[in-house]
């Protein structure tokens, strides 16, 4: 059974740096064709993906938060991360960590979730 956990702080202040890492059990994240991704829903909308890193190291990003967002990884701990920076209280979200596996047509879902983190900017 695969297990994502959150972990950071609860609070940043406008114009930090939101730093969130996600410890994986059960899994490896360097298993072939999975994806690893950061998803946060702010309060009242919906889902909004932020990035993934791919097993192999590869990164890609949301376009509208792409120039805030850094992940990484380190695989000696089965961990990766989330950086934003220069946040707002626009920012303020649950932040998810997410499991993808993608097939070679290109489909894909999500097939395990961290619980949630929940992160309020503000002064």
């Known amino acids: 059974q695969v297990q994502l956990q959150e972990s950071g702080p609860g609070l940043v202040k406008p114009s930090q740096t939101l730093s969130l890492t996600c410890t994986v059990s059960?899994?490896?994240?360097?298993?072939?064709?999975?994806?690893w991704n950061w998803i946060r829903q702010p309060p009242g909308k919906g889902l909004e993906w932020m990035g993934a890193i791919a097993y192999e190291g590869s990164r890609n990003y949301s376009p509208s938060l792409k120039s805030r967002t850094s992940i990484s990884r380190d695989t000696s701990k089965n961990q990766f991360s989330l950086q934003l920076s220069s946040v707002t209280p626009e920012d303020t979200a649950v932040y998810y960590c997410a499991r993808r596996l993608t097939y070679s047509s290109g489909s894909y879902y999500y097939d395990y979730w961290g619980q949630g983190t929940q992160v309020t900017v503000s002064s």
């Open positions: 059960g899994g490896s994240i360097t298993s072939i064709y999975y994806y």
